[in-house]
């Protein structure tokens, strides 16, 4: 059975659609699969009848049974060859079935068409499973939201919505489109996008995503994004972008398909003349047999090896958070060697908290903080969130610096009153200055594995704020089991040597670089690649990483509500859990393992029948129950990886 991926959705679409009298949603949903049925129904009617003498009645059954089985993949094959010039299987199995009629074997015709019917529905079902996720998702996201209009409420469609305009949500509602608070205080259930179930609490100022669940607080919302171009919407085109991208897999095997096809078509044609004058075989021994190598030689199975396996791991995966753009980044996955960690975000929380604030004699507190929270408050940097968060707890206001720049891979730099601040790593303010400020505080805080962040205004180091992340709780059983599956994990991070070498002490990683810009990191990976010629993934936060994961082999995001993470990244952890990483990799092994299993089956039966059918020991019912049947296997088999987290079990 052929579906190529290019086309698996109008084939779908034509299953449900050309068939108008399947007016219901089950009709619509299983037509493809009633079809089959049916045929097979009225196969074994024909066949009855033909048991008690009702010829003529079982030839009229058999040929409804074809109309009906046969009717979407001989219109599909008929299409594919007069519009886009292929020769594809679908025409094969049609022009097989009409051979077998005409030497008046209709019940072999009958039945290699009902399987070759159950073959496509079962493909078909791998579509749709794989489409599940979307489905699940779109009914997630609100049609129609309550605009605010001056005092007036009133009720529009999303689509409506525009930049600027503010919202009402209600308890109980979900978020319709992505925006911030202006007014309201409440908990928020992001579970759908970050698999954390604990509500977050939000305030103004805080930003809320399409489709999450808001809790008991009524909400005023300034719409940011138009209902299109929300996260929820990017999540959801990811995943469709990924079922209908092809791997290089999948590309061979349609360009094998095509060429085959040609192949047994000519070789049919041969066998039509030549076995009668070379080896003496009669006309109707000849037809005949030229007709069971019509039926035996075609690639179904083949064909069939990548497409359902490749959909059902996809679907598997979106399931457990992992978004793949494309099918490629799973057979990248299943050859990994080497996978490199940026710490913040990756592997601790990336969420941390102020410790301890030092400031030089004479430097009044509040006005240190105020500043350093204002100039912070325009950077994406998570310890920049961590100081301005900290900030503002204390109700400390805030103000717009006259000019603020952020240095990448060093801090940030602003001018405020005529003065020059800096705010970031150790090398950004001066060494000298840095590590003899306090009599050395800053050493003592990174002993205790806190992460400094050094201020200075002008010349003069004039403060350090140490904050502390904490290590994911599934980072160190992620890393255990990609050690387990032969996979090296690397930590590379900006942070100090103490600082990286703790972490990765603590969660069991080997190897690690540290106080890395992103031009370090970028040369890391290169030299994996490169020099050691291994396939590397990289897994960062999506901004900062963002050359790293370029030039990675596949680069892996921590997506929990980030649109630039989904932009960034080939793959993206929605759920942000390393240990979902580790089991698609183990997932994508076993996808390789069954498309292998496939293929060596697939065409083993080719050649047995094959052979068979040379030595005269074939009948076309043997033939087409052998054919079909090991297409029916390969699909069940493919099938299976929608099942199971991983490669535990044995395939």
């Known amino acids: 059975m052929s579906v190529p991926l290019s086309q698996q959705k109008e084939t779908n679409a034509a299953s449900v659609s050309e068939v108008k009298w399947l007016s219901y949603p089950f009709f619509k949903r299983n037509g493809q699969l009633i079809a089959a049925l049916g045929s097979g129904l009225l196969l074994v009617l024909a066949w009855l009848l033909s048991r008690v003498g009702q010829e003529s009645v079982s030839v009229l059954l058999y040929l409804t049974a074809y109309l009906i089985g046969g009717y979407v993949q001989g219109k599909e094959g008929l ?17 097989a079935a009409l051979g077998a009629a005409l030497i008046g074997h209709w019940a072999e015709g009958a039945i290699l068409i009902f399987i070759f019917a159950l073959s496509g529905a079962l493909e078909t079902y791998a579509v749709n499973k794989s489409h599940k996720e979307i489905t699940a998702l779109m009914t997630l996201q609100p049609e129609e939201a309550t605009l605010v209009d001056g005092d007036a409420l009133r009720k529009v469609h999303v689509e409506q919505l525009q930049i600027g305009q503010h919202i009402l949500v209600k308890p109980g509602e979900r978020i319709p489109v992505d925006g911030q608070i202006v007014k309201g205080q409440t908990t928020i259930d992001e579970s759908i996008l970050t ?34 171009d929300t996260v929820f919407q990017k999540i959801v085109k990811l995943v469709q972008d990924a079922q209908n991208k092809k791997s290089s897999g999948q590309q061979f095997i349609e360009r094998f398909e095509t060429i085959y ?82 710490k913040t975000g990756t592997i601790t929380q990336g969420e941390p908290v102020v410790t301890d604030v030092y400031v030089c004699d004479g430097m009044d507190i509040e006005q240190f903080l105020r500043t350093v929270g204002s100039v912070e408050q325009v950077s994406s940097h998570p310890l920049a969130d961590a100081i301005t968060r900290y900030v503002k707890d204390k109700g400390i206001s805030l103000f717009q610096p006259e000019y603020v720049e952020n240095v990448p891979g060093h801090g940030v730099k602003a001018q405020i009153e005529g003065h020059e601040w800096k705010i970031g790593k150790l090398d950004f303010v001066g060494k000298d200055k840095g590590y003899a400020f306090q009599n050395g505080i800053a050493h003592k805080l990174e002993q205790e594995r806190k992460t400094v962040v050094y201020v200075a205004c002008g010349e003069e180091v004039i403060g350090v704020i140490a904050l502390k992340d904490t290590v994911r709780e599934e980072a160190k059983h992620a890393v255990a089991r990609f050690k387990k599956l032969g996979i090296e994990p690397v930590l590379i991070t900006g942070d100090t040597y103490d600082t990286a070498q703790k972490i990765a002490q603590e969660v069991g990683i080997r190897h690690f670089y540290a106080q890395c810009l992103p031009e370090d990191k970028v040369r890391h990976i290169h030299r994996l690649r490169g020099t050691e010629g291994k396939q590397v993934a990289m897994v960062g936060d999506g901004i900062n990483d963002a050359p790293a994961l370029a030039a990675a082999s596949v680069g892996i995001t921590m997506g929990a509500g980030s649109d630039v993470a989904i932009e960034t990244g080939d793959i993206v952890l929605v759920k942000n859990n390393l240990l979902q990483l580790a089991h698609t990799v183990e997932l994508a092994r076993r996808m390789n393992r069954i498309i292998k299993q496939n293929i060596v089956f697939s065409v083993s039966v080719i050649i047995l029948l094959v052979l068979a059918n040379a030595f005269q020991v074939l009948t076309l019912p043997y033939g087409v129950i052998g054919h079909e049947g090991s297409t029916l296997l390969v699909i069940l088999n493919g099938l299976r990886l929608l099942k199971g987290t991983g490669s535990q079990g044995r395939d």
């Open 261 to 342: 096809v040609k192949v047994v078509l000519a070789v049919v044609l041969l066998m039509m003349f030549l076995p009668h004058y070379l080896f003496g075989w009669s006309w109707t021994e000849t037809i005949y047999r030229a007709i069971v190598l019509l039926v035996v030689a075609s690639p179904c199975a083949i064909v069939a090896s990548i497409s359902p396996a490749m959909l059902s791991a996809i679907s598997n995966s979106a399931r457990r958070g992992v978004l793949l753009k494309s099918g490629v980044h799973l057979e990248t996955l299943a050859n990994l060697q080497a996978i490199c960690l940026d």
């Open 195 to 228: 698999g954390e179930s604990i509500p977050v609490e939000k305030g103004s100022g805080d930003e809320v995503f399409t489709g999450t669940m808001n809790g008991l607080g009524t909400l005023v919302v300034c719409v940011q994004k138009e209902a299109h």
């Open 79 to 95: 299409m594919q060859l007069f519009k886009e010039r292929k020769v594809t299987v679908n025409l094969l199995m049609v022009l």
